[in-house]
């Protein structure tokens, strides 16, 4: 790929007072060719995989049980699909909080009637169970009580999905967003292990309220960078997580799309600027094709170094006009841009 490397150096101005010089180190700057064109035809994400969906039940209460240990069942119309123990925050003869969650793989639940988590002691002597006590699902806003358990409050179920794959994306920062028939479920963001231009894996969990869920309508994923000149939604990937996958089932979601492509400009150098902070754009003809800002590792009076890394999608170009990358500063006082580099990319 051709590059090309422009020293550039700025005289001083004033601002606040104080003198300050702007000179900006070098610029890599990768031309729109053919070869670029091609490399830039490559995915945001890939090799993306939703996991099979968990659900997370949450008991909570007072026991007064022996040495503080509990045991509990989750059961469906009878049948056991999970057990364990569980330590109060005190024994008897003090009662002693519980806090307990319970997580089950969705393919092992048939719908979401039937359910019922069971609280009891083991009898030291005879190794039976005793002491029980049961609180159904769908009575989770009801509290239940016995001679040893008290206060004990079944919580809201929350389905989770655990997305994992790889990001090639600013920063590392990827978002993410549930949705339901366009509605909202619930949103989020993370880091990928690597930025752009490199590729990061990353490893989501997504929780959902089980109450936010309509049964009848399709579930999606998006996966989604956001713009930071425009704060618009950008490389926006959805993938279809089926009906079935919440209470019967245990495939992966691939064949996530290739994104829109993209041109990724890197720009290093030194700045002695206000608070290290600098501004700049990417112009084709006067017409702004993205702009945002940036801060140096430290600010004026003292140099402090930068590298910034500017995306813009392939299809904003027009092939046989020049491109031209500012960098500038804001007038505090008075709003203007001063200190202005402009950079040609022939």
Avoid: C
């Avoid at 179920?157 to 994306?169: H, L, R």
């Amino acid at each position: 790929m051709k590059k090309q490397t422009i020293t550039l150096f700025t005289a001083a101005t004033l601002l606040a007072g104080a003198a300050i010089a702007v000179p900006m180190g070098t610029i890599w700057a990768q031309q729109p060719t053919k070869l670029m064109q091609d490399q830039a035809k490559r995915q945001t994400f890939r090799n993306v995989k939703v996991s099979e969906s968990t659900i997370t039940y949450t008991i909570k209460g007072d026991a007064l049980v022996h040495e503080g240990t509990y045991h509990y069942a989750l059961k469906q119309n009878g049948k056991l699909l999970a057990n364990g123990f569980g330590t109060a925050s005190n024994g008897a003869p003090s009662w002693g909080k519980i806090n307990q969650q319970i997580s089950i793989a969705s393919s092992k639940l048939s719908g979401n009637k039937g359910i019922s988590v069971e609280l009891y002691e083991v009898d030291s002597a005879t190794g039976k169970n005793v002491n029980n006590i049961s609180v159904p699902m769908d009575k989770s806003g009801q509290t239940a009580k016995n001679k040893v358990f008290r206060n004990i409050k079944l919580s809201e179920s929350i389905v989770t999905y655990t997305v994992k794959g790889e990001a090639q994306v600013h920063e590392g920062t990827y978002h993410y967003a549930v949705k339901q028939d366009d509605k909202v479920l619930v949103k989020g963001f993370g880091t990928a292990s690597f930025g752009a231009p490199e590729w990061g894996a990353f490893s989501q969990k997504v929780s959902i309220p089980s109450s936010k869920i309509a049964s009848n309508k399709k579930l999606s994923l998006d996966l989604y960078e956001v713009d930071q000149a425009t704060g618009n939604i950008v490389n926006n990937k959805s993938i279809e997580l089926k009906k079935e996958a919440l209470v019967n089932a245990n495939k992966v979601f691939r064949d996530v799309q290739p994104t829109s492509p993209m041109v990724t400009f890197t720009v290093k150098g030194e700045a002695s600027l206000f608070e290290g902070t600098y501004q700049y754009a990417v112009k084709q003809d006067g017409k702004t094709l993205t702009k945002g800002y940036g801060t140096a590792s430290v600010g004026g009076p003292e140099w402090g170094t930068f590298s910034q890394q500017v995306s813009i999608p392939m299809n904003k170009f027009q092939s046989n006009k020049p491109l031209t990358f500012e960098l500038y500063e804001i007038d505090q006082a008075t709003g203007n841009e001063i200190n202005k580099l402009v950079m040609p990319i022939q």
